[in-house]
Structures are given as structure tokens and as C-alpha cells.
Nanobody, 125 residues
Framework: QVQLVESGGGSVQAGGSLLLSCANS????????MGWFRQAPGKEREGVAT???????NYADSVKGRFTISRDNSNNTLYLRMNGLKPEDTGMYYC???????????????????WGQGTQVTVSS
């Protein structure tokens, strides 16, 4: 059973940076598609960025140029470097993984096989 565990969330002021990590407990399984999603209070969960096993990425327009998604397949960990944080980036950030390639293609589906429990990011103005 794949278990995704996020870490790295916290509270920062606008303009600050955070590095989120997502560890996959099942080291023998390297998902083809992995991604970060976020959900603000009262809003639907939305895609932030995705990355396939080979490294190709997609980003939401709202985070392009500020966020960078990456993955280390050798230790089965997904990252999200967030720079230039804005108050509208506040929300619970979830890691997701799926074996299907189309889950990394835009427009993103929220039907991923595996989800983490989330890590909170709060950006104050």
C-alpha cells in the first residue's frame, strides 16, 4: 500500500519561501505521475503542479515562475519549492500519485489513486 506523507508546511509572510516534501513509503513503487494540489477554506481542491517520472512538468498559471516541482526517484520523494508566496497561496497542500500518464496532463483530474494527508501553508500579508 502506497502511503504519501507531506511535510514542510508552515506560516510565512508574503514574499517568503517554503519547501514542501512528500515521501512515498513504498520504495519499490515509483509512480509515473505525481503532483501537488491545494485547497483553501470554502474552495474546491485545485491543481498546483505535476511531474512525470521522466521530469516533464506542468504548472497552474497562478504559480508559474514562483513554484518549482521536482522529484527524486532514487529516494521516492516529491518536492515543491515555493518562492514569492502570496496570501492567496494559503491552503492545505496535498501530494498525489497515480500510475496513469494522463493524470499529469492538463486539464488535471482530481482522480488520483493515492493522496497524502496534507500539510498546511499559511501566508500572511
Amino acid at each position: 500500500q502506497v502511503q504519501l506523507v507531506e511535510s514542510g508546511g508552515g506560516s510565512v509572510q508574503a514574499g517568503g519561501s517554503l519547501l514542501l516534501s512528500c515521501a512515498n513509503s513504498q520504495s519499490a513503487y515509483i509512480p509515473y505521475c505525481m503532483g501537488w494540489f491545494r485547497q483553501a477554506p470554502g474552495k474546491e481542491r485545485e491543481g498546483v503542479a505535476t511531474i512525470i517520472r521522466g521530469g516533464d512538468t506542468n504548472y497552474a498559471d497562478s504559480v508559474k515562475g514562483r513554484f518549482t516541482i521536482s522529484r527524486d526517484n532514487s529516494n521516492n520523494t516529491l518536492y515543491l519549492r515555493m518562492n514569492g508566496l502570496k496570501p492567496e497561496d494559503t491552503g492545505m497542500y496535498y501530494c498525489a500519485a497515480d500510475p496513469r500518464a494522463n493524470r499529469c496532463l492538463l486539464p488535471w483530474s482530481r482522480e488520483y489513486n493515492y493522496w497524502g494527508q496534507g500539510t498546511q501553508v499559511t501566508v500572511s500579508s
